[in-house]
């Protein structure tokens, strides 16, 4: 259940029974030859498919992220870092002043990283709130079915191109990763990385892609648990 299917009765109805919510934190970013709302659309279907399961509410996702690297490629529109850890924790204590007691954060995009370390201050200051992150491609069992498949899990490669990210035709094959030489400037890292892709197939077997999305659920059915 997504909050915009929903009236405040409703989610006042909800929070009788069930003080549980997935927050969805993604980016408007380069992706290569995928939806520049790639970071949003894997965590929300994520989140959609473990409500169905469960129940959960979701929040409306956070379209926007911290992508100052990437705004040399039109169509990144990027938050300042100050601005998206503020705005985190000001969705939080939203949330929390209503009774939701336990948030899953379901984050799409590397660069929200630093929103993490502010939930440790709000767990210090918010009686009773218990908080989780899951940043799916960085879990155990996502790297664990790449190595089994012989695939390394990199940006706007096959690890994200699933049939609701994909907008465009991809080039066949691989791509040889980039050297990097360091933390890059937008225009630099244009330069570097040319299309988006950071190395590695542009695409993976339906199979493939359909394990791990189904190993990133199951973490995410585990994480709502809530001991």
């Known amino acids: 259940m997504r909050f915009d299917d929903l009236n405040w009765l409703d989610v006042e109805s909800y929070l009788k029974s069930d003080n549980r919510l997935m927050l969805v934190l993604g980016s408007c970013e380069q992706h290569a030859y995928l939806s520049l709302l790639t970071d949003v659309k894997i965590p929300l279907a994520l989140a959609d498919a473990a409500s169905q399961h469960?129940?959960?509410?979701?929040?409306?996702?956070?379209?926007?992220?911290?992508?100052?690297?990437?705004?040399?490629?039109?169509?990144?529109?990027?938050?300042?870092?100050?601005?998206?850890?503020?705005?985190?924790?000001?969705?939080?204590?939203?949330?929390?002043?209503?009774?939701?007691?336990?948030?899953?954060?379901?984050?799409?995009?590397?660069?929200?990283?630093?929103?993490?370390?502010?939930?440790?201050?709000?767990?210090?200051?918010?009686?009773?709130?218990?908080?989780?992150?899951?940043?799916?491609?960085?879990?155990?069992?996502?790297?664990?079915?790449?190595?089994?498949?012989?695939?390394?899990?990199?940006?706007?490669?096959?690890?994200e191109a699933f049939p609701f990210t994909r907008v465009a035709d991809s080039p066949s094959g691989e791509k040889t990763p980039p050297s990097v030489p360091g933390i890059m400037g937008a225009d630099q890292a244009r330069q570097v990385y040319g299309d988006g892709n950071f190395g590695g197939p542009y695409a993976a077997d339906p199979s493939v892609m359909d394990e791990i999305f189904a190993a990133a659920l199951e973490d995410v059915f585990h994480l709502l648990q809530f001991d």
Request: charged content about 15%; some cysteine; aromatic content about 12%.
């Open 54 to 159: 469960t129940g959960v509410l979701v929040a409306p996702p956070l379209n926007f992220g911290c992508s100052p690297y990437f705004l040399a490629y039109p169509g990144t529109l990027s938050l300042r870092l100050s601005t998206l850890v503020d705005l985190v924790e000001d969705l939080v204590r939203s949330a929390y002043g209503y009774g939701f007691r336990r948030l899953l954060i379901l984050n799409g995009h590397g660069g929200n990283d630093p929103a993490h370390t502010r939930l440790y201050e709000l767990a210090n200051q918010l009686p009773g709130i218990q908080l989780r992150w899951y940043a799916w491609w960085q879990s155990n069992s996502i790297h664990e079915a790449a190595q089994k498949h012989g695939l390394k899990p990199t940006h706007a490669s096959w690890l």
